[in-house]
């Protein structure tokens, strides 16, 4: 065994030393933006193969979902130092085999398609470019631990924004210590404003491309009160400066976390309303609470990333809906939510984990783990037979914060088990599993949480709301006996037209045949905007028979729905009046506010 393995060693050496001396340097130019044409150049010194496997990405990190990015891929060649072509062949959707022919130095050039930009994934158009490294730049799996180097040519006057490091004394070009790190620092291109502040010696940047009217120190002063209570939460900062690269157009929304930044998009009109201003930093909440969960503490199943095929895991619940919890929760910790606003998001919590068929059929580490092959897929049947790990995710991860406050007279919370799930799984390591995660919450609080997980992450168990709120003195008024007339149809404008996403089980429209996929021509023979449609359908009465006529599989058909009557939960959270000590004691810390009766 001694022998074997020493001459293992020997043949390793020469093969680690000749990969640590490759070079891997990458050139982004974009001349002709209007043609959403990103051109690449990427360049290997000093190898040592007789052929090279470079891959792209079929996914990025924090979409849990099979792209295309090599179909946007064309114009692919390789030269070598005697800039003389080289063989190559593509062995698989994302994968091109290049012949060395003994070259030491390598260049491989190739242009991409770039028309996503609402996918967050690569855009480029006469405005702006944005990049996501996963869907732009190749890797060779062998080379990818090593640092690399990044020039950009900008067009025109842009500029480049980017969590990359600079490269001192050389103008748009940048630094990364391996792939992994480059492709999570995406890169915003254009004449964007970036303004800088500082946050207890951090830097920071928002990037804002698009135009609206906002107010330039509200943000910073909003983002910054994010940030700190996170830093509070943590105490650990993994990065030494951060960017809030921010879309703004009518269509634009959603976010991405990445390593050290996050992308989000907005609505010019979100910046002047005030409801609509909450919402979206909730969504900066939400995206840099990722900045620890998610990029700092991975699952098991995404560490290390597997570029090429999904990465299954059964943990996304604590990833996404472990955050979706706390994004709420910090801004009411920060003071920019109100308590009345966290009573009635809890209220439609409730309303909507009951409403939801699928939270009967699907658990929450099954919904994780077929986050790859459903959840993205938006199935006509999704709400009937699928559950949530981000909404579903959220509900648990606050009852099960309360089940521990509640076992340890508040002693300890939810808090402790993520700092807890820091300290033992960092960035780096093996990554945690839902039994990792379990075993943190029982040596914590000295108490087995087999039957809780049994019940909530593996199994379909409904929530017992009033239970759990009552730990925090909290009381679920319901007025379930109130009957509501429901059609049940969930629908979404595409252009001009308004096609039926989901069918509701139960519902006045399964019961007359209305299905997913329907395109509403008409109701009561006069077409509808999808606005009109929401406005009349709201209108409706019980007993009321509407016509609809769909366009199915290339026929017309008439549809005559006839409302019903359906029991519909509305729920109220109020605080009771005769709570104890201890469930006062609970209230206020988990709130951060005081106990108010009256509340």
């Not at 360049?43 to 891959?55: R, T, Y």
């Not at 984990?353 to 929450?364: A, E, H, I």
């Not at 009033?466 to 319901?478: I, N, T, V």
């Not at 109701?523 to 609809?548: C, H, I, M, P, W």
């Amino acid at each position: 065994m001694i022998k074997v393995l020493f001459i293992t060693l020997i043949f390793l050496i020469p093969f680690m030393s000749t990969a640590k001396s490759t070079k891997i340097t990458y050139k982004l130019s974009m001349p002709e933006p209007q043609s959403h044409i990103f051109e690449v150049q990427m360049k290997l010194d000093q190898v040592n193969e007789k052929d090279i496997e470079l891959i792209l990405p079929v996914w990025r990190p924090g979409r849990y979902f099979i792209f295309d990015f090599a179909s946007g891929v064309f114009d692919f060649n390789v030269m070598d130092e005697n800039n003389k072509s080289l063989l190559w062949k593509k062995i698989n959707k994302c994968t091109w085999k290049i012949e060395t022919a003994n070259s030491k130095n390598i260049t491989v050039s190739y242009k991409v398609f770039a028309n996503e930009t609402g996918l967050r994934t690569r855009g480029l158009d006469e405005n702006h470019g944005f990049v996501n490294g996963a869907a732009v730049f190749m890797y060779a799996e062998k080379y990818r631990k090593l640092p690399l180097e990044l020039e950009v040519v900008p067009f025109g006057d842009w500029h480049v924004t980017t969590g990359l490091e600079s490269s001192e004394g050389k103008p748009n070009q940048f630094t990364a210590p391996d792939y992994d790190y480059f492709v999570d620092c995406p890169l915003e291109i254009g004449n964007q404003t970036d303004f800088d502040f500082d946050v207890d010696g951090k830097k920071h940047v928002i990037s804002f491309f698009g135009e609206a009217n906002y107010d330039r120190q509200k943000l910073i002063d909003d983002f910054t009160k994010i940030i700190r209570k996170n830093y509070e939460l943590w105490d650990f900062i993994p990065y030494d400066r951060y960017i809030f690269i921010v879309h703004c157009g009518p269509q634009s929304g959603g976010g991405t976390e990445h390593i050290n930044s996050t992308v989000v998009g907005v609505k010019p009109e979100t910046l002047e309303n005030d409801q609509l201003y909450i919402d979206f930093l909730r969504l900066i909440s939400h995206e840099f609470f990722h900045t620890w969960n998610v990029k700092q503490i991975r699952p098991k199943g995404i560490t290390p990333y597997d570029y090429t095929k999904e990465n299954y895991t059964e943990e996304l619940w604590v990833a996404e809906g472990g955050t979706s919890y706390y994004d709420g929760l910090m801004l009411l910790r920060t003071g920019q939510y109100k308590v009345q606003d966290f009573y009635d998001e809890i209220a439609n919590a409730v309303e909507q984990d009951r409403r939801r068929p699928g939270n009967k059929v699907q658990s929450l580490a099954e919904s994780s783990f077929d986050a790859w092959v459903k959840f993205w897929k938006n199935t006509s049947n999704k709400l009937n037979m699928e559950s949530d790990y981000y909404v579903k995710g959220s509900h648990v991860s606050m009852i099960l914060d309360l089940e521990i406050r509640n076992r340890t007279d508040n002693k300890k919370t939810l808090d402790e088990v993520f700092t807890t799930l820091l300290e033992r799984y960092p960035l780096g390591s093996s990554g945690y599993t839902n039994h990792d995660f379990r075993l943190i919450c029982e040596d914590i609080t000295g108490t087995s949480f087999k039957e809780f997980f049994d019940k909530y992450v593996y199994g379909t168990d409904e929530i017992n709301w009033e239970e759990f709120l009552s730990y925090a003195g909290l009381k679920l008024a319901s007025n379930d006996s109130t009957i509501q007339p429901v059609v049940g149809i969930y629908a979404s404008q595409h252009g001009d037209k308004v096609i039926i996403d989901e069918v509701a089980k139960g519902s006045s429209a399964e019961d007359c045949g209305l299905q997913a996929g329907d395109e509403i021509t008409a109701v009561d023979s006069v077409r509808l905007s999808y606005q009109e449609l929401e406005n009349k359908l709201t209108a409706l009465e019980e007993g009321q028979k509407v016509e609809f006529i769909v366009f199915r599989e290339k026929k017309l058909k008439k549809v005559i729905l006839t409302l019903q009557n359906r029991k519909v939960p509305n729920y109220l959270v109020v605080p009771e009046l005769s709570s104890t000590e201890k469930q006062i004691r609970i209230y206020e810390d988990w709130l951060k506010t005081g106990w108010n009766g009256n509340n």
